[in-house]
């Protein structure tokens, strides 16, 4: 039995079901990745496809699983029905007068491609989330600076104890931030207020421990004399970073 799914905005595929298996637990796809085969009447997420539990899925009447849309303009889900659909992407109800309006004013909207961030936009993000961690560095230092001068007093060798713990609480400030904040919102404040966020390869949520992985893929990326970032200017048309490929995100506009 062949199977398709979504992937970046497209239809890929077909595999086989014990593939599309396989791409869930890899994480290559994730549980709300839309899927179809000959046969459902409507692309479905591959938890209610692949028989996910009755808490994975919204049930109908008769217990059936019910296929879920999320919402181009406010972003919820909704069920498939209660949908419209335009170009890849599906509105409910209560958004389709706005939506509609934009295009008839001829207003960008979102028909559910990837639109991908540019170079400059993203190293815009990294300044604006360096100079917030900068300021929280400096605080922790200024804290820390404190503490060693009191702390020399009655032993010198404590400066250099108090060195490692810094740089220590430093890089876990700086993993916990990006981490949580990734793997809940998709963006750091930097990349919100420049508009953008990572996302996995359909497009779907980055998890907290992919998001974990990606910071210090970043590591790696800078390590590498830069090279890990470099490549992303030739990486068309997704801009991939290195820490992008090690860990299969994207970074798009919001």
Same mark, same amino acid.
């Given at each position: ?21 396989? &791409? ?52 919820? &889900? ?55 961690? &900068? ?83 970043? &590591? ?35």
């Amino acid at each position: 039995m062949n199977w398709y799914y979504v992937e970046q905005g497209q239809q890929a595929g077909p595999v086989s079901e014990e593939q599309l298996g396989e &791409m869930l637990r890899g994480g290559k796809i994730q549980p709300d990745t839309l899927v179809w085969r000959e046969g459902l009447a409507e692309w479905t997420p591959c938890r209610s496809a692949l028989g996910g539990t009755p808490s994975d899925s919204t049930t109908g009447a008769t217990g059936e699983p019910t296929a879920e849309a999320v919402c181009a303009e406010c972003g919820k &889900m909704f069920p498939v029905e209660e949908t419209i659909r335009y170009g890849n992407a599906r509105v409910c109800a209560a958004c389709k007068p706005v939506f509609l309006q934009k295009l008839q004013e001829g207003a960008p909207v979102n028909t559910g491609e990837l639109r991908y961030a540019r170079i400059l936009t993203r190293f815009s993000a990294v300044v604006l989330d360096g100079l917030i961690l &900068m300021v929280v560095n400096m605080a922790l230092g200024f804290l820390l600076g404190y503490i060693s001068a009191i702390a020399a007093r009655h032993n010198p060798s404590a400066i250099v104890s108090v060195q490692f713990v810094l740089l220590a609480l430093e890089v876990a400030v700086a993993a916990s931030y990006e981490t949580l904040m990734v793997g809940k919102y998709g963006a750091t404040l930097g990349k919100m207020a420049c508009k953008i966020k990572v996302v996995i390869a359909d497009g779907g949520r980055v998890s907290y421990l992919r998001s974990c992985g990606r910071y210090f893929g970043k &590591m790696l990326s800078s390590l590498t004399c830069l090279i890990g970032y470099i490549i992303a200017i030739f990486d068309n048309p997704q801009k991939r970073a290195l820490h992008d490929h090690l860990c299969n995100t994207r970074v798009i506009y919001r």
